[in-house]
């Protein structure tokens, strides 16, 4: 089965396509969860299987395309996200990498206390 990018969302009427270019779009504002994206695909598209993966890796591709960075949030620190270099420098790695933790963990909906993405600012601090 091939992700159809002309799928239309049952909600809203969008496309796959225009959701995955969007998407970006609140970098700007707030850093984008994983636990956003998933559902998204899931209930609002009504993806499964290999499509939903590949709607979320492309999802995630597109924020690391603009500049984002994997993250997750600095509770109890300086800063309110922590960057997590352990998925890789490049966006190839990093996509590679936060896709094998997805699906190895079964491709859940996620929880907002895990993974998010993130355009580097002096509110995003690293581990190191």
Known sequence: MS???????R???????????????ELPFDAVGLWQIAPVGRNDFELTGDDLAEFVRRCVAEL?????KPVVGGGGTDFDWIYQP??????????????????AAGSPDCDPGGLWFALPSPYVGNRD
């Open 3 to 9: 992700l159809n990018l002309y799928a239309r969302d």
């Open 86 to 103: 352990q998925y890789g420098e490049t966006n190839s790695a990093i996509l590679d990498a936060v896709m094998k933790e997805w699906l």
């Open 64 to 68: 690391l395309a603009h500049g984002a």
């Open 11 to 25: 909600i809203w009427g969008g496309t796959v396509l225009e959701y995955i270019h969007a998407i970006p779009a």
